[in-house]
């Protein structure tokens, strides 16, 4: 990175003028001269001098022509987005979904690749080819990748753990293995943390002062989010909620149920849907069937996410409790309606919803985590513009 020029000079105030065009770019997408001097509150002579300092570097380049009123029509500025570019990434036991992000925060096709070669390099190496080859772009440009996987990471030590559904991944060392592999930044989080920043940024928990993400699916897992922020533990091992034993209160609802997972992970769903003569996948294909098998299988269900609630109510009391994952995508509101009605007689009145990011939700959140790092790295570019 360039050397930041000293605050109050010149080379700083041009530094500061061209972050402020960028930025305005980012936010309003095309603009000509004009107006971002009238938003910047620059003059347009200064406001030439930044597009053209912009352009020249090759952060920004002309898009098309602007109507300007009565005189002749003036061009567009728009940021380069492939000039910096992330992937995020989303890996369960069977395949790998990736996609690019770009600065302006553009859709990108979801890329689908099954898992081979079972190496973390030779996987994230085929992530990012397949969704650079589904946008259309040039794996060079890609700076970062952040990967969600059914585990945790523990941020002192670079160790993994629950990470039973991706053998051929090493425990120890594993980030800084594959930056040092891949030549770019690599960050890993847990799949429903990220599937929490995702709820925070576009779903359910975007007006929330903090919420509580339920997770099901294949497996059981909870998310806290405090104020926007993701509580991950000292570890990175928060929210294994699956692992919780059942309480006798509730050992009628499955005899053989050990601990939550057993109770409400996609295995005994799976279960209780074939029972009601439905169809329902581990991952979370759309229940099919009749609308009163439908009906009753979720009304069972409720009873058992209930007991799942409990303890979060008892030890964190959120304002909100939201039902994600494959299944409560698929339950809907439904669920999250009878499961208030379980926990009303003990624990009175609880905002208990249904996810507002039914689809890929865990890239939706590493999505967020990079778009804030791609954009940071155009940034840095700008310190590097010739005076």
């Not at 799949?191 to 929330?208: K, M, P, S």
């Not at 034993?245 to 997972?261: K, M, V």
């Not at 005994?268 to 009749?290: C, P, T």
């Not at 379980?342 to 039914?358: H, K, Q």
């Amino acid at each position: 990175m360039a050397e930041r020029p000293v605050r109050g000079t010149p080379g700083w105030l041009r530094e500061t003028n061209d972050r402020t065009a960028l930025a305005l770019l980012l936010e309003h997408g095309v603009l000509t001269r004009t107006r971002i001097g009238e938003l910047s509150g620059l003059s347009k002579p200064t406001a030439a001098q930044m597009v053209s300092r912009l352009e020249t570097a090759g952060l920004i380049h002309v898009v098309g022509e602007v109507s300007s009123g009565r005189g002749p029509n003036a061009a567009g500025y728009a940021v380069r987005t492939d000039r910096m570019l992330g992937v995020a990434v989303d890996i369960d036991a069977a395949s790998i979904r990736s996609t690019i992000v770009d600065a302006a925060g553009a859709e990108h096709p979801i890329a689908v690749t099954p898992l081979a070669a079972r190496t973390p390099e030779a996987d994230l190496r085929l992530a990012i080819e397949a969704a650079c080859a589904a946008a259309g772009v040039d794996t060079d440009r890609v700076r970062a990748v952040c990967v969600g996987v059914q585990g945790a990471l523990d941020p002192r030590t670079d160790e993994l753990t629950y990470i039973e559904t991706l053998p051929g991944w090493p425990k120890q060392g594993i980030r800084r293995r594959l930056e040092d592999t891949l030549g770019i930044a690599v960050h890993i989080d847990n799949d429903v943390n990220l599937a929490a920043v995702a709820e925070r940024t576009d779903g359910a928990g975007t007006d929330a002062g903090g919420f509580a993400l339920l997770w099901m699916g294949d497996g059981l897992g909870l998310a806290v989010d405090q104020a926007g922020a993701v509580h991950r533990g000292v570890s990175g091992g928060a929210g294994e909620i699956g692992y919780l034993p059942i309480p006798r209160s509730a050992a009628d609802l499955d005899p053989e149920a050990a601990d939550l997972q057993d109770l409400v992970g996609g295995p005994a769903v799976a279960k209780l849907a074939a029972r009601h003569g439905l169809s329902f996948g581990l991952q979370g294909d759309d229940l099919q069937g009749d609308d009163a098998a439908r009906e009753a299988l979720v009304a069972e269900l409720a009873a058992r996410v209930a007991v799942g609630v409990v303890p979060v109510l008892a030890l964190l009391d959120p304002e909100l409790v939201v039902l994600g994952g494959p299944t409560g995508a698929a339950c809907g509101p439904r669920l999250a309606e009878l499961v208030a009605a379980e926990l009303r007689a003990a624990w009175g009145e609880r905002s208990v919803v249904a996810t507002g990011v039914p689809t890929h939700p865990v890239l939706r959140g590493a999505r967020e985590h990079l778009l804030g790092e791609v954009r940071e790295a155009l940034f840095d570019e700008v310190s590097r513009i010739a005076v």
